[in-house]
């Protein structure tokens, strides 16, 4: 298993390419399931989380070529070819709760799906239910048995469809299927994020009648089929935010090639509270980290609010600026895991229930660390980057799934960091 090593202490300085990113390219590999022929993507990040997104479309039957510029050829037809070709094992739904991605598709396209109930996961519980409830009010018959949930419908009718809490990919599950059903389906208290938008424009490449996508109520109007598109996938925001955070912390000068700015509002307003400079190029987004930093207080919201993905790199550079930070946690109940390892490194944080208070100021000394999820991974990066001396994150598979090359990247700008075996 490798490890990531850091020699804290680098100002990065230049420019890093922002690759495409994983929230979106997910449920977009996997509405590939829904025109008559290959659809084509580019820009796909490489990730291992896109590569499991990938096994589990063949698994389903579908021809998958090339990684950066990714074709996907459904099987044809109208009906499931046997077993394999509409359940999502336990094996994979396990290593990848995004899974659940395919089951809309699956059923708007072949009328049956299958897939391993995710479970709870190291953030929190993450129930599926608003998928399930929606799919249901489309008029699917759905069976949860021998941990499996499986769905099915000859033809899926549209539906007015509340949610009880906005949910990214229980939104694109829900606009995926609805795509293909009969008549027109509305979603209220939709999600907002950048990756709905961006699913809900590459359906309506595919022929499909969205409206609304990015604000509560999404309309769709169904259609009897689609087609194969070709599209380059969106900027990431998540990794855009997450070397924003590094140049602010490291004092650095970081263009983020490609980030997009409109995408990460919430963030860089942050971030100039917290008084690193930012400014809008047109190549994409430039921050400057300066003098001391500045307390910031932080609750997390869907979209447009603050992101839950950027709380726990955030809390890196709260816990270097000059003063007390308070940082609410509201979607997820255990997603303060970074917290006792940033303490083990020095950190002042006290938490009690969702909210971390962190005492800024004391320098971070390096150690070994290590993180039970993708973001809190990135935050010990983060964190080794300006600890004294040497910072080794280990179990680096969780970077993996959500960050391209990140210690490449971060090397190519100033960072002291390498992959090693552990
Ligand atoms: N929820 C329910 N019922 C549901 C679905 C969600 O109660 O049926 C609750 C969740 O428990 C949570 C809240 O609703 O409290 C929001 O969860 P959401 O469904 O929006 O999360 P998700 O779709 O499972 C996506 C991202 C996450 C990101 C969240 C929030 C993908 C593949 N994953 O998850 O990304 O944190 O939205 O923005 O898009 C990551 O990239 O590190 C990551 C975890």
């Known amino acids: ?25 997910l449920p977009l590999l996997a509405a590939a399931l ?7 993507y580019k820009n796909v990040p490489l990730l291992q989380d896109v590569s499991t997104m990938g096994k589990l479309l063949r698994q389903l039957g579908c021809e998958v070529d090339g990684r950066r510029t990714m074709t996907i050829a459904p099987p044809p037809g109208k009906h499931p ?3 394999h070709h509409y359940e999502a094992p336990y094996q994979l739904v396990k290593t990848m709760r995004a899974s659940i991605l395919v089951l809309g598709p699956l059923v708007a396209r072949y009328g049956h799906g299958r897939v391993s109930l995710p479970g709870g ?3 929190g519980a993450r129930p599926i239910d608003q998928h399930l409830k929606g799919l249901e009010a489309m008029g699917a018959k759905v069976t949860l048995e021998h941990g499996y ?16 809490v906005p949910t990214v990919t229980g939104c694109e599950n829900l606009m995926m299927a609805a795509a293909l059903a009969k008549g027109r389906t509305v979603i209220e208290n939709a999600a907002r994020e950048p990756e709905v938008e961006e699913l809900a424009l590459v359906l309506n490449k595919m022929g499909a009648r969205i409206q609304g996508a990015g604000t509560h109520v999404i309309t769709i109007e169904g259609v009897d089929e689609l087609q194969p598109i070709e599209h380059a996938i969106v900027a990431d925001r998540i990794e855009a935010g997450t070397f924003a955070v590094a140049a602010a912390i490291t004092r650095g000068d970081l263009l983020l090639r490609g980030a997009r700015a409109e995408h990460m509002d919430a963030m860089l307003s942050k971030l100039r509270a917290a008084g690193a400079h930012v400014t809008v190029e047109a190549g994409g987004v430039r921050v400057r980290g300066g003098g001391d930093l500045a307390p910031v207080d932080i609750t997390t919201q869907p979209h447009p609010g603050f992101p839950t993905d950027m709380q726990a790199q955030f809390m890196v550079l709260a816990a270097l600026a000059d003063g007390q930070s308070v940082i609410k946690e509201t979607i997820f109940e255990n997603r303060f895991m970074h917290v006792p390892e940033l303490a083990r490194m020095g950190a002042d944080i006290a938490v009690s229930g969702r909210v971390a208070v962190v005492r800024g100021g004391p320098k971070l000394s390096g150690a070994q660390v290590m993180a039970t999820d993708l973001r809190a991974s990135a935050s010990l990066v983060l964190a080794g980057l300006v600890a004294g001396g040497k910072t080794e994150v280990l179990r680096v598979y969780h970077l993996d799934r959500g960050y391209e090359a990140i210690e490449k990247k971060l090397r190519a700008v100033g960072a002291k960091i390498k992959r090693a075996k552990a």
């Open 81 to 83: 070819r046997g077993k």
């Open 149 to 164: 949930v499986d769905v099915s419908c000859k033809r899926l009718r549209g539906a007015s469809i509340v949610c009880d």
């Open 34 to 40: 829904l025109p008559t022929g290959p659809s084509t």
């Open 1 to 25: 298993m490798d490890k990531i090593v850091v020699e804290g202490g680098s100002r990065l300085v230049g420019e890093i390419k922002i690759s495409g990113a994983k929230n979106a390219a």
């Open 121 to 123: 996961c190291a953030i």
